[in-house]
Nanobody
Framework: QVQLVESGGGLVEAGGSLRLACAAS????????MGWFRQAPGKEREFVAAINWNGADPLYVGSVKGRFTISRDNAKNTVYLQMNSLKPEDTAVYYCAAGSYGATYERSLYDAWGQGTQVTVSS
């Protein structure tokens, strides 16, 4: 099973940017759809963005459209989440996930999860 490790989280002021990365262990990385989710304290884990194995048809939750961009580099077994114009409400632990179903909002269709990386946006 694929193993995932996120990096790139940190503390940033509102309006700033961060780039998260998720490195995957599997040689079959290029066959997986990849997703980013986030969980704020006291809240459910929510979908943020997803991308298919070939980078096509990225999906975004409405609150991040136009600010976040998901991308992947299959040669490096890595998926990225570029986050611009960050807001305090983006503060959460961000998780990447891998799934065989295809890019989807549905959390249960992802087979593997990383340990998460904290993103804190100060006002």
């Amino acid at each position: 099973q694929v193993q995932l490790v996120e990096s790139g989280g940190g503390l940033v002021e509102a309006g700033g940017s961060l780039r998260l990365a998720c490195a995957a262990s599997a040689r079959t990385f290029s066959s997986y759809a990849m997703g980013w989710f986030r969980q704020a304290p006291g809240k459910e884990r929510e979908f943020v963005a997803a991308i298919n194995w070939n980078g096509a048809d990225p999906l975004y939750v409405g609150s991040v459209k136009g600010r976040f961009t998901i991308s992947r580099d299959n040669a490096k077994n890595t998926v990225y989440l570029q986050m611009n114009s960050l807001k305090p409400e983006d503060t959460a632990v961000y998780y990447c996930a891998a799934g065989s179903y295809g890019a989807t909002y549905e959390r249960s269709l992802y087979d593997a999860w990383g340990q998460g990386t904290q993103v804190t946006v100060s006002s």
